[in-house]
């Protein structure tokens, strides 16, 4: 029983690390300012580029690159339509999620049935053969230990560095970051292309070691979950984190309840990740005045130099 447990807890951190990536690249995004609704489109394109990329070449060190990298290109033309020509953020964002869903699709024809070289096991030597702890905590993928390392980076850098005070500035009041001489677009565009790169992070996490395999819409929502995470956080990373792994957890739930024969129909729990997105915004929302609060004041807004 134990046991089982191990295992359900070592599959939440891993379905937790898919969704701690992508909100945090997203949280970067919002505190510069900019919303940016096509996480789901980039992580679907992302996963199509590191799958394909790891099928031809062998290495996932390369497939991750590539999914970042594919995830910072699509942020960069998001960012040049809504920093530099002024595009509505919300429109442009849902355009380019509708454009990663087709353009996927149309791309990864091919790799439905291709399959990646044989996985490589990972597991911390010694800490591993520590009953129960071991199977929860230390055979989980580098990316699982990485994601908590950047967590606590980001802390530091939003709180305590100058460039994310800068960035935070920004977010707040960019007429007063300008005034001040800051470049506010060209730091809203950067932090714009850091967020898409997170998000094709995580699209690249799924494709070659969450699933790993590429099937038409793989991501599943979890662009749209991420996105609501930052809002359920309170645009805090410890409190995304923790978010993450809750959702995650309720991911993993229900597959163990299929295991244990539980009589309710698949359809029904596989609907548990999203009806308890939609049950923690609607509990959020009752108290707007708290996510007013925390929310960057400039959020959505665009910024014209010199109006």
């Not at 996963?47 to 070449?57: D, F, G, N, S």
């Not at 702890?133 to 100058?162: C, E, K, N």
């Not at 923690?280 to 708290?290: D, F, G």
Request: glycine share 12%.
């Amino acid at each position: 029983m134990m046991e089982t447990y191990a295992l359900l807890f070592a599959a939440t951190l891993s379905a937790g690390t898919v969704l701690a990536i992508a909100s945090l690249g997203l949280l970067i995004n919002e505190k510069a300012g900019i919303v940016n609704l096509g996480a789901e489109g980039m992580m679907l394109c992302a996963a199509i580029a590191a799958y394909a990329t790891v099928v031809h070449t062998g290495s996932d060190f390369l497939g991750f690159v590539a999914g970042a990298g594919v995830g910072a290109l699509l942020a960069l033309i998001f960012g040049a339509l809504v920093i530099g020509l002024n595009t509505n953020q919300y429109a442009t964002g849902l355009a380019l999620s509708l454009f990663g869903a087709g353009f996927s699709a149309f791309v990864g024809t091919g790799y439905v049935q291709a399959s990646l070289p044989e996985r490589i096991s990972y597991e911390v030597p010694y800490l591993t053969d520590l009953p129960v702890v071991g199977l929860a905590l230390f055979r989980q993928h580098p990316m699982v230990y990485l994601v908590i390392g950047f967590t606590l980076a980001l802390i530091w850098f939003l709180d305590s560095s100058r460039a994310g005070l800068v960035l935070r500035a920004v977010g707040e009041s960019p007429q007063s970051a300008h005034a001040l001489g800051y470049p506010v677009r060209r730091i809203r565009l950067a932090a714009v292309v850091c967020g898409g790169a997170l998000c094709g992070l995580a699209g690249a996490y799924i494709s070659v070691i969450y699933t790993p395999l590429w099937v038409e819409g793989m991501i599943a929502g979890k662009g749209w979950i991420a996105l609501a995470l930052t809002t359920f956080a309170t645009w805090r990373p410890a409190r995304i984190l923790l978010g993450a792994y809750l959702f995650g957890g309720v991911t993993m739930l229900q597959f163990h309840l299929q295991a244990t024969g539980l009589e309710v129909p698949s359809q029904f729990l596989s609907m548990l990740p999203y009806v308890a997105t939609i049950v923690v915004l609607a509990l959020i929302s009752r108290n707007p005045q708290w996510i007013r609060v925390n929310m960057p004041a400039s959020l959505g807004k665009p910024f014209y130099p010199g109006a």
